[in-house]
């Protein structure tokens, strides 16, 4: 079993930056891919980042590319998201997301755990 504790979230300006963190507890971190999806209101939870189990090959939504940075820290047991130049239309809730292999994957329904999400708020 998998444990997603994301943090970070929170209210920012517009051209602003926020980082978001996530802590894994599951003994596979360092084996399997990581992604970033994020959720606004009354839509669908959507594809924001992912990397592949060594950091290699991160790939992202055109929506963010060039603004947004994905990362992680195999020591750590954790994965970022470095946010830049934010807009008004990134205010979501973003969830972490771990496969249960070592390739990544846009698709929510290729990840087999979850975090509860964290708030990102964007003000113009």
């Known amino acids: 079993q998998v444990e997603l504790v994301e943090s970070g979230g929170g209210v920012v300006q517009a051209g602003g930056s926020l980082s978001l963190s996530c802590a894994s507890s599951g003994s596979t971190f360092s084996t399997t891919a990581m992604g970033w999806f994020r959720q606004a209101p009354g839509k669908e939870r959507g594809f924001v980042a992912t990397i592949t189990w060594n950091g290699g090959v991160p790939h992202y939504a055109d929506s963010v590319k060039g603004r947004f940075t994905i990362s992680r820290d195999q020591l750590q047991n954790t994965v970022y998201l470095q946010m830049n130049s934010l807009k008004p239309e990134d205010t979501a809730v973003y969830f972490c997301?771990?496969?249960?292999?070592?390739?990544?994957?846009?698709?929510?329904?290729?990840?087999?755990?979850w975090g509860q999400g964290t708030q990102v708020t964007v003000s113009s």
């Open positions: 997301a771990a496969k249960d292999r070592p390739w990544p994957s846009i698709n929510v329904e290729d990840y087999a755990y």
